[in-house]
């Protein structure tokens, strides 16, 4: 397998946003992430983004809905724009959960399961995670191993 170009990791995932530029700022204050690039279309619409946490990158956009989807043939939405549904969540390894999960909810974070440790038992690891869910309606699990490889 050939290296990724520089600076990108093997796959980056896509979240789109009703108002993704006030999201990309809320997703650097909430959960500690850094803006690499974003690229404004016509009236500020976020036509791309890419935001860094250490070694690992998303990209955030707007959605595309109706004509705005043509490009692609399928529409790509937030949560708030199909009721809340998620069709995958993010998984994010930090170095302090419950220093992130008390940032996450100072700014706002909904934190649907507190920090707690999941076990898989001694041939495997053991994690302390929470789970939240951003202004939008994202779902975020946040993991910092404490045992295992």
Same mark, same amino acid.
């Given at each position: 397998? +050939? +290296?990724? $170009?520089?600076?990108?990791? *093997?796959?980056?995932?896509?979240?789109?946003? *009703? @108002?993704? +530029?006030? %999201?990309?700022?809320?997703?650097?204050? /909430?959960? &500690?992430?850094?803006? =690499?690039?974003?690229?404004?279309?016509?009236?500020? *619409?976020? @036509?791309?983004?890419?935001?860094?946490?250490?070694? /690992? %990158?998303? %990209? #955030?956009?707007? @959605? =595309?809905?109706? /004509?705005? /989807?043509? *490009?692609? &043939?399928?529409?790509?939405?937030?949560?708030?724009?199909?009721?809340?549904?998620n069709t995958q969540g993010m998984m994010v390894h930090v170095?302090?959960?419950?220093?992130?999960?008390?940032?996450? =909810?100072?700014?706002?974070?909904?934190? #649907?399961? @507190? $920090?707690?440790?999941?076990?898989?038992?001694?041939?495997y690891w053991a994690d302390r995670s929470y789970g939240a #869910?951003? $202004?939008?309606?994202?779902?975020?699990?946040?993991?910092?191993?404490?045992?295992?490889?």
């Open positions: 397998m +050939n +290296n990724t $170009p520089k600076g990108w990791p *093997r796959i980056s995932s896509a979240l789109y946003y *009703r @108002e993704a +530029n006030k %999201m990309i700022g809320w997703l650097c204050d /909430a959960f &500690g992430f850094e803006l =690499r690039l974003k690229v404004e279309g016509d009236d500020g *619409r976020i @036509e791309h983004s890419e935001l860094t946490y250490g070694d /690992a %990158m998303i %990209m #955030v956009g707007q @959605e =595309r809905i109706g /004509a705005a /989807a043509a *490009r692609w &043939g399928v529409e790509l939405k937030s949560p708030l724009s199909v009721g809340g549904a170095d302090d959960v419950d220093a992130h999960c008390a940032q996450a =909810r100072a700014k706002g974070a909904k934190i #649907v399961d @507190e $920090p707690s440790v999941h076990d898989y038992g001694e041939d #869910v951003d $202004p939008e309606g994202h779902f975020w699990w946040f993991t910092q191993r404490i045992r295992g490889s």
